[in-house]
């Protein structure tokens, strides 16, 4: 890039740099720490935080919230819109620490969160949200426990991206999209242990145009998770392990519930994960759907159900052992999926008596068991066609 495309002048004032580009358009950039943020992970740096937000957001101009280098620690923060302009990057140079008290973030329900914006980028940096205090209170049986906090929520927002940032020891979802359109998470990293409850890597619902790219789950849930109301949704490059894979659901669990539809899965790498693509769908009745799924080009390594679908999910046992699913599945796709499973069964259909799965396609699918035992395959309420390699021998 040659000089006269750079910065012509740069104006710093005692909280804002102003940028003027050849263009005459000044992007200014609010650093956190001018604002009174302290980046030694001891001291309360939300207000600086809450502040720098506010400026940006409000800035009739390209803006900018610096986080530096250092580590903040930092509560529960609301970043609301609309903004005045539609080009906000939050630039995350250093680390971001939840108080070591969890129900600081628990009572906030979200550590950051987004709404009612458009234009806004989260860039780099690190999130930890301790989480591990609130899943010992969990494990321990205790009914006094918070549900926790998801580590960033987007709600009701359009082109936003989400680029390199590191999300540990969420206390529940790391990453949510609720009720957005035009998301894009890309190079994301998600750290978990196995035994963590309930911290899905990437949960999105309610959304219309999201995309993931070249990211890295491991975490105690659904590396992605995908709820009522996804559509258009890409997913691609992302290793899954440990956790309990691609989700699509569970479904159904409320009558009157939006479907999902046009999903795309593909190469995906899933290693020792309790499944690889699953839809999951409660044994009640519902107006839900799931239509128009691709899901193409996995690794499977030791994972314990390769391909599942499960339509009598009743986790409860209460009001749905005695009822079917009313989702409606049709059109899936499973194209060039190999590896090893560490059950016998490798694809489980278990569809709804009242309303069959229609439309599976099975296209070179390659999975073992063991040299001794070769993978079998289960089919109830399940129709479809296959081409090409199949093992285990389909039961469509």
Request: proline fraction near 4%; glycine fraction near 10%; charged fraction near 15%.
């Amino acid at each position: 890039m040659t000089n006269h495309l750079l910065l012509l002048i740069t104006i710093i004032t005692t909280t804002t740099t102003l940028i003027f580009t050849e263009t005459g358009v000044a992007a200014a950039t609010y650093n956190v720490n001018k604002l009174g943020a302290k980046p030694d992970g001891k001291t309360d740096s939300t207000k600086a935080f809450k502040a720098a937000w506010s400026r940006a957001c409000g800035s009739g101009k390209p803006a900018t919230m610096y986080v530096p280098q250092g580590t903040y620690m930092v509560g529960g923060m609301q970043f609301s819109g609309p903004c005045k302009n539609d080009n906000v990057t939050i630039q995350i140079d250093g680390a971001l620490m939840a108080p070591s008290n969890y129900l600081v973030l628990a009572k906030a329900q979200y550590w950051l969160r987004l709404q009612h914006v458009q234009g806004v980028n989260v860039v780099g940096g690190v999130m930890d949200a301790q989480g591990a205090g609130l899943w010992d209170c969990k494990s321990s049986g205790s009914k006094n426990c918070p549900d926790g906090a998801t580590t960033l929520a987007i709600f009701n927002s359009k082109n936003v991206n989400v680029y390199g940032l590191t999300s540990v020891n969420s206390q529940m979802f790391h990453i949510v999209v609720n009720g957005c359109s035009n998301v894009r998470v890309v190079g994301v990293t998600v750290e978990a242990p196995r035994d963590s409850p309930n911290t899905d890597g990437i949960h999105v619902q309610l959304s219309t145009g999201v995309t993931i790219l070249d990211s890295k789950i491991g975490t105690g849930d659904d590396c992605v998770s995908i709820g009522p109301g996804a559509m258009n949704l890409w997913v691609e490059n992302v290793g899954c392990g440990p956790g309990h894979g691609i989700s699509i659901g569970s479904l159904g669990k409320d009558f009157n519930e939006q479907g999902v539809k046009n999903v795309t899965v593909k190469r995906v790498n899933f290693k020792n994960t309790d499944n690889g693509f699953r839809i999951k769908s409660w044994a009640r009745s519902s107006k839900g759907f799931v239509d128009g799924v691709l899901f193409q080009n996995a690794v499977m390594t030791n994972v314990q159900n390769p391909i599942i679908i499960d339509q009598n999910y009743c986790p409860s046992h209460k009001n749905c052992p005695k009822q079917v699913s009313g989702v409606k599945i049709s059109n899936v796709k499973y194209q060039d999926v190999h590896g090893t499973s560490a059950t016998k069964v490798a694809v489980k259909f278990d569809c709804s008596k009242k309303y069959p799965c229609k439309g599976i396609t099975m296209q070179d699918v390659n999975l073992s068991f063991t040299e001794e035992a070769p993978a079998s395959s289960y089919c109830a309420n399940a129709g479809g066609q296959t081409s090409g390699v199949i093992k285990p021998t389909s039961c469509l």
